[in-house]
């Protein structure tokens, strides 16, 4: 995931990759395997990408909203 996000800080990511690693991301996210670093790539790809928007976008958000809110409180 950090190799993910320095490739899509330096925009190194094609348009047409960027579904399917929010799909990749979004595999993550429903078996809670680091959600932390999920939701810090997903911040990355939405924030330095305008690659990302319409449903990809959407979808973006649903994760941050699910990865933010469904978090277990310690």
């Known amino acids: ?7 899509l800080t330096h925009k ?12 990749a ?7 809670r395997i680091e959600d932390l ?3 810090q790539t997903v911040l990355v790809m939405v924030t330095s990408s305008s690659t990302v928007y319409g449903d990809q ?13 469904g978090r277990d409180v310690v």
């Open 1 to 7: 995931l950090s190799a993910i996000q320095r490739l």
């Open 12 to 23: 190194a990511i094609p348009e047409f990759a960027v579904g399917n690693i929010l799909n």
């Open 25 to 31: 991301l979004w595999g993550l996210m429903e078996n």
């Open 37 to 39: 670093k999920v939701l």
């Open 57 to 69: 976008l959407a979808k973006a958000f649903v994760m941050c909203f699910r990865l933010h809110f």
